[in-house]
């Protein structure tokens, strides 16, 4: 990407292409110098405004056009609530355009971590089979068990709303989990049965 230039960048070139003359001298028609000033701010602006526009074309660094991306990327996701943060809805930009998605439990464990869970696990039970169960193992159950897992979020996080930690209206009671848990269940396999153990 190309520099962006200042005002006096501007001011400099605009002097430079003026044709020569007594009319085009700047000691006998001060007047003249005002108007490249005028000129060279207003250039310099739009230059500023088209590199921002190059740095909202993409998600990573989309600030102001957000809005217009939730539009294009049916967003906000119902699962961030009625009125998340801004970060949040930024974030959730980036995510819905380079998202994959996947059925593996490391998949489940990173939409976990990117909820704020760092020491997130996920425990699959097993159904009993006749050569590989053992007497005493963990984890078995009724033959539905294999049909069953369990997110671990590894304790709640440090986050939240509480007095002297917060500002001037943010919500106060509010389930930190509940991005998490709908997040979890609408991505889901849909024959599998999903518990979350807050710990």
Known sequence: MAAIRTAAQYQAQLRS?????PAWDPERVPELERVLEDVSQELARLDARAADLLNEMDPAGVSELVPDWERVMNLPDPCLGLNPLF??????VRRRLLAVGAQTAVYFVEIARSQGYPNATV???R??????????SAHF???QA?????LNTGGRLLLGRRFGASYWGERFGMNPGSA???LIHRSAPAH????INYD
């Open 192 to 195: 599998t049965q999903v518990q």
């Open 123 to 125: 425990t699959q039970s």
């Open 146 to 150: 294999q049909f069953m897992w369990t």
């Open 141 to 143: 159950g009724t033959w």
């Open 87 to 92: 970060d949040d809805r930024r974030l959730a």
């Open 180 to 182: 998490l848990e709908c």
């Open 17 to 21: 292409l003026l044709p020569s003359g």
């Open 127 to 136: 159904a009993p089979r006749m050569g590989r169960s053992r007497f005493g």
